[in-house]
């Protein structure tokens, strides 16, 4: 990168530092290191005089060397200034402010059926990586009035593009919230936001660059509240802007602070000054980074495709998700029982420990919905087998799993062994018979790397309409083996426990190209496949990163058809549009405070990414946790849209029912809370479903316009209404909560702070151990009332599994407004006959000024021990009412 052949850390509360603000580790592999430099205090030291006179502020530098081993000698080569600075993370080396580089507008603009294109040419012959590609073409598309498409694509060559096809009807310019110009003197390409006038992306053209393995372009961004980019792990919601790089390449990568770890999404929201919020998507699947520099700007560099952005006017954030979500795909609808509490572990080894450890839950009656089945079910780490022996009695006891109320999830790995016997593993031979694994640079023979199981393997290309005949075919015999209601989907990056396949990668450009993102181990192969290997689509070097995506749509078709009902899967590797079809969890995270702490992180990124059900590895996936983390993440882990415990091999057992009674009875009093709260959380899931938007999201996403919120990523809500406010520091005894201002509260460690706002009305129901049996169960309102005395809400309900009942109309839906002492119901759809013989039994009204005299339930009087009131403004009724049936209750 545009920094000297010197690693200069901060020394800071006793931790070594590296450069982005995570914690440093020697490698002394790293090339062109002369010298580490430490600093103690809070500012990196120049060596060299850090007056430049006559050269652009610090904050607006861009990269001119953004891989490594830059020195004066190199910079000044390609043409631009090299000098020092005390701010950490500038770069030394940096475009002056006459660049010699980029593109100039050539010729007029010219109109289109949906908007406008123009011609680019570069400005002189300097090239920083070679093969430049002039003219390009700049093309507008007003696709929808909030949402707008630009790319910038070579018009004499094809080059891959993402498929995943966005459209919009397309709109005129008049009726489009946005606005899209070139500056009077044609050198940046501007779109503002038509109502306030605000700059969302402006473009230098100086600053563009389009060679065949190197795309970078630049914008300001309006404000420092800046929020997406995934998949990482880092220590905030709001992005740091201080010449933060985040790569963006799938990797099988615990999660490591700024690493690019399992998926690829390049989607970021900016909140901007007057509370307005944009979002940006650069549909793009090649290794790639994007820096977040403190003017504040955004460089985005990928080595492949073209530059192809999308953006979404909102203005609210919720309104970003939904328009984000509408082009890339609509979140999929999950079952009913996939929002219960799911138990999982790569270690139990035999049937018989996982026998004891349902037997154990079931002891201590914790609520319970779901089992996964790690690759030890596996009869030697083999996809479509059991282990007859560890495990025999499989098949009989998933059954009987079922047959109490509970599913069943079995995992598959991408990889396919080619060394068993001839004649014993059919997988691979019908794999071979009709060609569906990912082929060598040859196209021919398939590429051979190491995974799971035993011997050498072959890695399906799920991009080939054979490979999902394939893997249809497969799954739908192994359900008659196993009788599974669900398929996580694991190791699709896709991993390979070598650095390419054997017998390793060619010395070619498309392997080693001139510039590598800011990607780990600085490689494209490593853990994984040469980019060179053929796929259906094209090189691996442009397809990588869409594996698990490309697994993720055919698995979800056959689950519903193996299953016939709606279908659970769950993916490690994820894309943008992933969420139409798939969950996923946080990865292979750590039992330490501070993964507790970053789940919400991910949490709230990921309902940013149009993929709501998500999770983390309750109590931590690596290392042996604790007691006392153990149970505050599963205070917090009940909270998760997916919520599920799960360890890896050789740590101690962590289930909630192993340590003991009082861990047992905490765990199983929260669980029976969100057990409580699942018509609420599923009702979110519809409104996601069918408009796009989060389920969970932060504070600043409800209350934009509070500067303070922006910052707060140590609670999160469901939904608007309800707030989770965790405790996430070892020994810690009172969190902070924010409600309008920060309090203090009393959280000792049986108990964990649950807010719901006013304003609102929550659905509920009396939990069981099973959503199965909860079901059946009386459903109640809580009605907190804002300082007006109103509130609103809604219920949506149906058979809970059953595919489509929304498309197909077999629902119920309710919606609630509470005002002027009166709660009436709307029955927006009552096409679900199963919901007829449920009842209301509770309504629980929250925030009263005065007691009421008299209570009446459609015209009765409630009298007696079916009304109390408290002097802290709560009302509970006890009532008997239909669920499908007008609901009318008065306070006189």
């Known amino acids: 990168m545009g920094f000297p052949n010197t690693i200069r850390l901060l020394k800071s509360s006793g931790h070594l530092l590296n450069r982005e603000g995570g914690p440093w580790t020697p490698k002394w592999d790293h090339v062109g290191i002369t010298k580490i430099v430490i600093t103690l205090g809070g500012c990196l030291g120049s060596e060299q005089d850090a007056q430049c006179p006559g050269t652009i502020a610090v904050q607006k530098r861009i990269d001119c060397h953004p891989q490594p081993g830059a020195s004066r000698e190199a910079c000044e080569a390609r043409g631009c200034t090299w000098c020092s600075s005390d701010v950490p993370n500038a770069p030394w080396c ?24 123009v011609t680019l040419t570069k400005r002189q012959a300097l090239s920083l990586f070679g093969s430049d590609i002039s003219p390009i073409v700049l093309e507008v598309e007003f696709q929808t009035k909030d949402r707008l498409r630009f790319r910038l694509y070579d018009p004499n060559a094809q080059r891959f593009e993402v498929p995943l096809k966005i459209s919009g009807p397309g709109v005129t310019a008049e009726e489009a919230n946005y606005e899209v110009e070139f500056s009077d003197d044609s050198t940046h390409f501007t779109i503002k936001r038509k109502s306030t006038g605000t700059v969302l992306w402006d473009s230098p053209l100086v600053d563009l660059f389009f060679s065949n393995q190197f795309l970078q372009i630049t914008t300001t961004v309006p404000s420092t509240s800046v929020y997406g980019f995934g998949e990482h ?98 979140p999929h609808m999950p079952a009913y029982w996939s929002l219960g509490f799911q138990l999982s572990r790569w270690g139990y080894n035999s049937l018989d420990v996982l026998k004891k ?62 060394d068993e016997e001839p004649g014993t593993y059919r997988p691979y031979e019908l794999g071979q018979e009709m060609g569906v694994w990912v082929n ?52 699709n990056e896709p991993s390979n426990f070598m650095r390419g396949q054997i017998p390793g990668c060619a010395d070619t450009e498309i392997n080693n190209p001139p510039f590598i993102p800011t990607i780990s181990d600085r490689s494209l192969a490593e853990k994984t496949l040469c980019p060179d290997s053929k796929t259906y689509l094209g090189d691996h070097y442009n397809t990588h990163s869409l594996f698990g995506w490309s697994q993720t749509e055919p698995t979800f078709n056959v689950v519903q058809q193996a299953t016939g009902k709606r279908a659970f899967v769950l993916s490690r590797s994820t894309f943008v549009g992933s969420g139409k079809y798939g969950a996923h969890w946080l990865g292979d995270n750590f039992s330490l405070w501070k993964d507790l702490r ?44 997916f919520s599920r415990n799960h360890n890896s ?126 079901r059946l169960n009386p459903f109640g309102l809580i009605i907190a009332l804002d300082e007006q005395g109103q509130a609103s809400g809604s219920l949506f309900w149906d058979d809970g599994d059953s595919i489509d009942t929304i498309e197909n109309e077999n629902y119920f839906l309710a919606k609630y407004t509470f005002s002027e002492g009166s709660l009436k119901t709307e029955i927006v759809k009552d096409g679900y006959r199963g919901a007829d013989t449920l009842k209301y039994n509770k309504i629980t009204i929250l925030g009263l000024k005065l007691r009421p005299q008299a209570v009446s339930l459609n015209g009765r009087s409630i009298r007696g021990n079916a009304l109390s009131y408290d002097m802290s403004g709560k009302l509970v009724l006890q009532i008997s009412a239909p669920l499908t049936k007008y609901l009318n209750i008065k306070l006189y």
């Open 94 to 117: 940096f475009f002056p402010e006459n660049s010699p580089y980029g593109y100039a507008r050539s010729g007029n603009v010219q109109q289109t059926g949906k908007g406008w294109r």
């Open 233 to 330: 792990e880092h220590p905030t919601f709001k992005h740091n802007m201080n010449f933060v790089t985040y790569g963006m390449y799938s990797r099988d990568q615990a999660p490591t602070s700024f690493a690019n770890l399992y998926g690829v999404h390049p989607f970021y929201m900016c909140v901007e000054p007057d509370s307005n919020a944009h979002g940006v998507l650069l549909l793009n699947s090649n290794a790639q980074d994007v820096t977040l520099s403190p003017n504040p700007s955004l460089t985005f560099r990928t080595i492949g495709g073209i530059l192809d952005f999308y953006l979404f006017m909102g203005p609210t954030p919720e309104n970003v998700v939904q328009q984000y979500t509408e082009a890339i795909g609509r």
């Open 357 to 418: 450890t349902v037997d154990r839950m079931k002891h201590y009656d914790i609520p319970y919905d779901v089992q996964h089945y790690d690759i030890d079910y596996m009869e030697r780490r083999l996809d479509f087998t059991y282990d007859k022996v560890n495990f025999a009695g499989l098949p009989e006891f998933m059954k009987e799993m079922k047959k109490n109320g509970k599913h069943n999830i079995v995992i598959l790995d991408p990889f396919i062994t080619k």
């Open 440 to 491: 060598n640079s040859d196209g021919v023979t398939p590429a051979v790397g190491q995974a799971w199981p035993p011997g050498d393997s072959v890695f399906p290309d799920y991009t080939n309409p054979r490979t999902v005949e394939w893997w249809t075919q497969l799954c739908l015999e192994f359900k008659d083996v196993l009788d599974y209601d669900g398929i996580w989907i694991d190791m």
């Open 598 to 641: 970053r789940s919400i992180i991910g949490i709230l990124e990921f309902n940013l990414f149009g993929i709501p059900y998500i999770g983390a590895d309750i109590c931590g996936f690596n290392y042996n946790t604790t007691y006392e983390l153990c149970l505050r993440w599963m205070q917090l882990g009940s909270f998760y849209p």
């Open 649 to 774: 091999e050789g740590n101690i057992e962590q289930d909630p029912a192993v340590f003991g009674d009082d861990f047992a009875k905490i765990s199983r009093a929260t669980l029976r809370i969100r057990y409580s709260l699942l018509p609420y959380l599923y009702t979110l899931f519809y409104e996601s479903h069918v408009h796009g938007g989060t389920v969970a999201r932060s504070l600043m996403h409800e209350f934009t316009s509070d500067q303070e919120t922006h910052g707060i990523d140590t609670a999160f809500l469901w939904g608007s209404a309800f707030m989770i406010a965790p405790v996430l520091e070892e020994g810690l005894k009172v969190p902070s909560a924010w409600k309008k201002s920060y309090v203090t509260v009393s959280a000792p460690l049986n108990k964990i702070p649950l807010y719901i706002r006013g304003g609102y009305i929550l659905p509920q129901q009396a939990p069981a151990t099973t959503t199965t049996e909860s």
